[in-house]
């Protein structure tokens, strides 16, 4: 199994500002998701940071908006930009298990919940 | 595109009840099936899965069986504890999918047992 640790855990934020969110996993991965759940609704990917290389963007979602950073295999950070109340979700980083392929199996972290004034 | 519906909550019930969440899905092919379980505090977990149709996962009392005829995977325990609440997601992964690591969720569902 995989420790995922995110923070903040929780903050408010004004209209317009940014916030960036941590995610460090305690063993090298090579691929990290970051998933957005809006209230009351489903988890939808946002995008897979990559090490090493530019992150792949689900449909919906551009770089400009939630840029990804991805310095090294245990650490990634997602920023929310130019925030709006829309933007109010809890962001979860996740990474896969060893056998996923099979398993389908991934670790998450407990989330970071945003709330936009 | 992928979708999973999963029945709305919250869930309320006492302790030894039988539970039943209902899943269902729509995907082309033979997706692979997942429930996932947040406990409070808690990230997602796996639960259980299933990777072809006819086949039952079961973990900790929970079972699900991957019924392809009605596209469904619904999640059932025979008596619930107190240490169930939680929330439940059902999720799919498409067998022909290009984004490695994407999983469709459900909007999950708000289990509360009471003793």
């Known amino acids: 199994s995989a420790v995922i640790s995110q923070k903040p855990s929780r903050d408010i934020c004004q209209r317009g500002t940014s916030l960036t969110i941590q995610c460090q996993v305690d063993?090298?991965?090579?691929?990290m998701f970051w998933y957005r759940q809006q209230p009351g609704q489903s988890l939808t990917l946002i995008a897979t940071?990559?090490?090493?290389?530019?992150?792949?963007?689900e449909s919906g979602f551009v770089i400009d908006k939630f840029p990804i950073s991805r310095p090294n295999l245990t650490f990634s950070t997602l920023t929310v930009s130019n925030m709006s109340p829309e933007d109010s979700s809890i962001y979860l980083c996740?990474?896969?298990?060893?056998?996923?392929?099979?398993?389908?199996?991934?670790?998450f972290g407990e989330g970071s919940r945003l709330t936009v004034l | 595109g992928d979708s999973v519906t999963q029945m709305e909550g919250p869930v309320t019930l006492s302790e030894e009840a039988f539970l039943t969440i209902n899943c269902t899905y729509t995907?082309?092919?033979?997706?692979?099936l997942f429930w996932y379980v947040q406990y409070p505090g808690e990230g997602l977990q796996l639960l259980l899965k299933?990777?072809?149709?006819?086949d039952k996962g079961s973990n900790k009392g929970f079972e699900a069986t991957y019924r392809k005829e009605t596209t469904s995977f619904h999640l059932e325990k025979g008596s619930v504890q107190v240490s169930d609440s939680a929330v439940y997601f059902c999720?799919?992964?498409?067998?022909?999918?290009?984004?490695?690591?994407?999983?469709?969720f459900g909007q999950g569902t708000i289990l509360t047992v009471h003793p």
């Open positions: 996740s990474v896969p298990g060893q056998q996923f392929l099979n398993t389908g199996e991934l670790f």
């Open positions: 063993s090298q991965v090579t691929m």
């Open positions: 940071a990559n090490q090493g290389s530019e992150a792949t963007y």
């Open positions: 995907a082309t092919g033979y997706p692979s």
């Open positions: 299933a990777t072809k149709a006819d």
């Open positions: 999720a799919l992964r498409s067998a022909g999918g290009t984004s490695y690591g994407k999983l469709t």
